[in-house]
């Protein structure tokens, strides 16, 4: 991709996009950094050859370390666990090292349901252009690791019980989505870019939930839960209100409409986007 090995600092990089965008750039032949809290219990999900370094979004000063010599930064904000106060101090100190950031944002300000004063993508978007980055938003519909959230019911019965099975999205493989990072901030030509990133198949929930079954060799059923009841769930279980009634709003949309779709992944890779059941068949030994 380049001729010049690169450093690249990945955030949130223990969860499940992190290690897919370590593997893509290590293979790129770029050198790969990972930001860590102190007590991170998954940096044993980190490919070999990544560099973790300490430090915390929510305190700036501690990025600088990990930011010193960095060409890009992969930039992944976790909204659940920490709020958007430290974001321009952030990216302030992003813009003293990097030259590019792929910013992991949402489908949500694709199509315009995240307003800019809440705390969501829209606002980190919003900040990145205040800045003289070259940046890049990976705006993506839902992950096919969405579905662990099926896992506990299939192992332990035969029916799924959730909210909206007929929602239709296009969900994508998050090492598709990693991919596609990896590109951006090794080559040229993304700059300001706001890519859409899905994957290449409308597929319900309740479908999802079908193709485990058939990968598994079992019958399962779908059972939806009420709207009021899922909200109660959901906050229950430490979603913020605001996101609960926004995500169970957007899913009762899908019902309707499927999401939209884009074949940016093939058009940024040169690869076609994997489907949901080839997810399936890499992870099956967790619905078991």
């Not at 307003?115 to 096919?144: M, Q």
């Not at 506990?152 to 019965?157: E, K, M, P, Y």
């Not at 995500?247 to 884009?262: K, M, N």
Request: contains cysteine; charged residues 25%; hydrophobic residues 40%.
């Amino acid at each position: 991709m380049t001729d010049r090995p690169q450093t690249v600092l990945i955030t949130a990089a223990t969860g499940n996009v992190g290690p897919h965008a370590a593997r893509h750039l290590l293979a790129a032949g770029a050198r790969v950094r990972a930001l860590v809290l102190p007590d991170d219990p998954n940096t044993g999900r980190l490919p070999d050859g990544v560099e973790a370094h300490q430090g915390d979004l929510a305190d700036p000063a501690s990025l600088d370390q990990a930011l010193r010599g960095v060409d890009g930064v992969f930039l992944m904000w976790p909204f659940f666990t920490l709020g958007v106060e430290t974001v321009p101090a952030v990216l302030r100190r992003i813009e003293a090292h990097a030259r590019r950031v792929a910013f992991v944002s949402s489908v949500g300000v694709h199509i315009g349901l995240e307003p800019v004063d809440n705390n969501c993508h829209a606002y980190v978007e919003a900040e990145l252009e205040r800045t003289g980055l070259e940046w890049t938003f990976l705006r993506t519909t839902g992950f096919h690791c969405n579905a662990l959230g099926f896992a506990h019911q299939i192992r332990s019965g035969d029916v799924v019980r959730f909210p909206y099975g007929a929602a239709t999205r296009t969900p994508v493989h998050e090492s598709d989505l990693a991919a596609v990072g990896a590109r951006v901030l090794l080559e040229g030509g993304h700059g300001r870019r706001r890519y859409l990133v899905s994957g290449s198949e409308e597929i319900s929930q309740a479908r999802q939930v079908q193709i485990i079954a058939e990968e598994l060799g079992r019958t399962l059923r779908w059972e939806d839960v009420e709207h009021e009841a899922a909200r109660r769930a959901m906050v229950e279980t430490g979603w913020p209100p605001s996101y609960a009634d926004g995500a169970l709003d957007y899913f009762r949309d899908l019902t309707r409409q499927p999401e939209v779709g884009s074949t940016a992944v093939r058009e940024v890779t040169g690869a076609p986007a994997r489907t949901f059941r080839e997810w399936v068949r890499e992870h099956a030994e967790i619905f078991r």
